[in-house]
């Protein structure tokens, strides 16, 4: 898989990612001498290229910093039973877009989270847009994906999780609920939100407030939203 921008390199090589081989921008090689460095020390492959090389093999926004990396790990079900002792989980249901998994792998990582579960179906795959949008916070993420979302939302509740789900109809606030709870939250497609199912599968379901004209927030932004109320400010 492709790679590209100074952060995402960075986190790479700082959770010691498998490189295939780096690319670093000719006029970044006397400014950063410090990724030189660590790709020596670390024995990774590397290669100094021009503008034009850069950008014909990984398109424009690369910062002057690429690379081809191993495929990210993904767990299946089988994994669950690892996350027993964990305290927060996210579930995202219908989220086809890169940009918003991207954005929201950020906020998994800001704000604790141990592990995301997206459904096999009707769902994005981890590609080099969501590595690139995560800024290498995808370095840091534990994904899985899954055959049912319900079934997960079951096995959950047997490891002792309460399964926050988040609609415009909810009757509670995020900020309201017990942070000493292990929990589950969940955000829906921004067209459709959570399914029927998982709506009915919730042990609580959080709104959250807006007063202004439109009524609904990017999916990426919600989870920010929920996931900063539900932190554990002591840990």
């Known amino acids: 898989m492709k790679i590209y921008g100074k952060n995402c390199i960075n986190e790479a090589l700082r959770a010691k990612a498998k490189l295939d ?28 290229i021009n503008k034009k090389k850069m950008e014909s093999l990984f398109g424009l926004n690369t910062q002057g910093y690429a690379a081809y990396r191993q495929d990210y790990k993904i767990l299946g079900e089988d994994d669950l039973n690892n996350f027993i002792n964990s305290s927060r989980i996210l579930i995202l249901d219908g989220i086809m877009d890169p940009h918003n998994l991207g954005a929201i792998l950020r906020t998994v990582d800001a704000f604790g989270v141990d592990l995301v579960i997206l459904p096999k179906n009707r769902s994005v795959s981890v590609n080099e847009t969501v590595a690139h949008v995560s800024t290498g916070a995808i370095e840091h993420t534990n994904i ?12 959950l509740k047997g490891m002792g999780f309460w399964i926050c789900g988040t609609d415009a109809k909810g009757n509670i606030l995020s900020s309201n609920i017990d942070k000493d709870l292990k929990l589950a939250v969940i955000i829906g497609s921004e067209g459709f939100g959570m399914s029927k199912t998982l709506v009915n599968a919730s042990d609580y379901l959080i ?27 002591g840990e």
């Open 21 to 48: 081989k780096v690319f670093l921008l000719d006029t970044n090689q006397k400014k950063d001498i410090n990724i030189i460095d660590q790709l020596n020390k670390n024995s990774i492959q590397y290669e100094i």
């Open 207 to 233: 709104s959250i407030p807006m007063v202004g004209h439109v009524n609904s927030l990017n999916a990426s932004v919600s989870a920010a939203i929920v996931m900063y109320d539900l932190m554990k400010k």
């Open 144 to 155: 899985m994906y899954v055959n049912s979302l319900l079934n997960i939302c079951n096995k």
